[in-house]
C-alpha cells in the first residue's frame, strides 16, 4: 500500500545536537511538507518543496534544515540553533492541483 | 488576523446529540477546503472535502459559504469515537499549500 513514513517515532536529543528526522513516500506525490505541532496547538509549518531539488521556508523555519534529492524523501534536520524544539513533528506530502494531503504518523522529539 | 479561525471549545456534548463547528478564513481565493480529524498524539486525517454545494458523508455534513468566507461541520448522532480535534483546512496562496486552523475539540460523553 502506498504511503508515506517517518522514523523514528520518538527521539530524544541532548542540548547541543543535530538530530534529522525522516520522512520518506511512495505516494508518487510532488509535494512536501513538514510541520511542528506543540502541545494543544495548531500545525505550523517550517519548510516544504513543490519539486525536487527545491524548497522554501515556511513560517518557522529558523533552526531548521531541509533536503529534497529524491521525490520520495523529505528529511528534516533540527539544528542546535533550535532553542526549543520538543514538539510533535509532522511530515506530509501532497499531489499537485490543490488537493488534501496525506500525513504521516509524526516524530515525537524531545530534549533532555 | 489569523488566516483559518476556529472555535478551540472543547465542545461537550452527550452521545446522540447534534454538533457543529463553524471555521472562518482570509483568503477569497481560496478554492479547496477540507476537515481533518486528529486523535491525540496521532496525525491529522482527511475526513472529509467540502464542496460549494455542500456535502454528506453518514453522519457528517460539511457546507461552504464563499460569500462570508466560512465552512461548516455537522455531526449528528453523536458517538463517544467522534471525540477528536477537527481541523479546518483551506488552501492558500500558493497552489496546493494548505493553511490549517488551529483546531476545534470535540468531546462526547456516554
Known amino acids: 500500500d502506498g504511503g508515506i513514513t517517518q522514523s523514528p517515532k520518538y527521539l530524544f536529543r541532548k542540548e547541543g545536537q543535530n538530530v534529522t528526522l525522516s520522512c520518506e513516500q511512495n505516494?508518487?506525490?510532488?509535494?512536501m511538507y513538514w510541520y511542528r505541532q506543540d502541545p494543544g496547538q495548531g500545525l505550523r509549518l517550517i519548510y516544504y518543496s513543490q519539486i525536487v531539488n527545491d524548497f522554501q521556508k515556511g513560517d518557522i523555519a529558523e533552526g531548521y534544515s531541509v533536503s529534497r534529492e529524491k521525490k520520495e524523501s523529505f528529511p528534516l534536520t533540527v539544528t542546535s540553533a533550535q532553542k526549543n524544539p520538543t514538539a510533535f513533528y509532522l511530515c506530509?506530502?501532497?499531489?499537485?492541483?490543490?488537493?488534501?494531503?496525506?500525513f504521516g504518523s509524526g516524530t515525537r522529539l524531545t530534549v533532555v | 488576523r489569523k488566516e483559518v479561525e476556529q472555535d478551540p471549545g472543547p465542545f461537550n456534548v452527550p452521545e446522540g446529540a447534534t454538533v457543529a463547528f463553524n471555521c472562518t478564513y482570509s483568503?477569497?481565493?481560496?478554492?479547496?477546503f477540507f476537515w481533518y480529524r486528529q486523535d491525540c498524539r496521532k496525525e491529522p486525517k482527511l475526513l472529509m472535502s467540502v464542496y460549494s454545494s455542500g456535502n454528506e458523508d453518514g453522519r457528517f455534513t460539511a457546507q461552504l459559504n464563499r460569500a462570508s468566507q466560512y465552512i461548516s461541520l455537522l455531526i449528528r448522532d453523536s458517538k463517544l469515537s467522534d471525540s477528536a480535534t477537527y481541523l479546518c483546512v483551506v488552501n492558500g496562496n500558493a497552489g496546493n499549500m494548505l493553511t490549517f486552523g488551529g483546531g476545534t475539540r470535540l468531546m462526547v460523553k456516554p
Open positions: 483568503n477569497s481565493a481560496s478554492q479547496s
Open positions: 506530509a506530502s501532497s499531489p499537485s492541483g490543490g488537493q488534501g494531503y496525506t
Open positions: 505516494l508518487n506525490h510532488d509535494a
